[in-house]
């Protein structure tokens, strides 16, 4: 088991900025791929970005693509995600995830574990 949890989310005006973080505990985290995930209301949950297990190399949506950036710290078992420029669209609930995996797949039906989302709203 895995067990992720998100922080960071809140309230922000467009043009502005947010840092995501999500903690994994359980087992090695360095052994998955992960990924963030969106899902707004009435929406589809949706992939966001992605990064390989070892860190080296990240995946993103074109729609955050320049605007949004994925890292990870393998000793302190986190993720996060820089978000900049946000925009009334980026608002939903952000979750983080799991995928037992070298490199990280788009599709929810990959990953193995989930956060409870934290939500991000972005006013204009």
């Known amino acids: 088991q895995v067990q992720l949890v998100e922080s960071g989310g809140g309230l922000v005006l467009a043009g502005g900025s947010l840092r995501l973080s999500c903690a994994a505990s359980?087992?090695?985290?360095?052994?998955?791929?992960m990924g963030w995930f969106r899902q707004a209301p009435g929406k589809e949950r949706e992939f966001v970005a992605g990064?390989?297990?070892?860190?080296?190399?990240?995946y993103y949506a074109d729609s955050v693509s320049g605007r949004f950036t994925i890292s990870r710290d393998n000793a302190k078992n986190t993720i996060y995600l820089q978000m900049n420029s946000l925009k009334p669209e980026d608002t939903a609930v952000y979750y983080c995830?799991?995928?037992?995996?070298?490199?990280?797949?788009?599709?929810?039906?990959?990953?193995?574990?989930w956060g409870q989302g934290t939500q991000v709203t972005v006013s204009s």
């Open positions: 995830a799991a995928d037992y995996s070298s490199r990280p797949h788009t599709s929810t039906k990959d990953y193995d574990y």
């Open positions: 359980g087992r090695t985290f360095s052994n998955y791929a």
């Open positions: 990064i390989t297990w070892r860190g080296e190399r990240s």
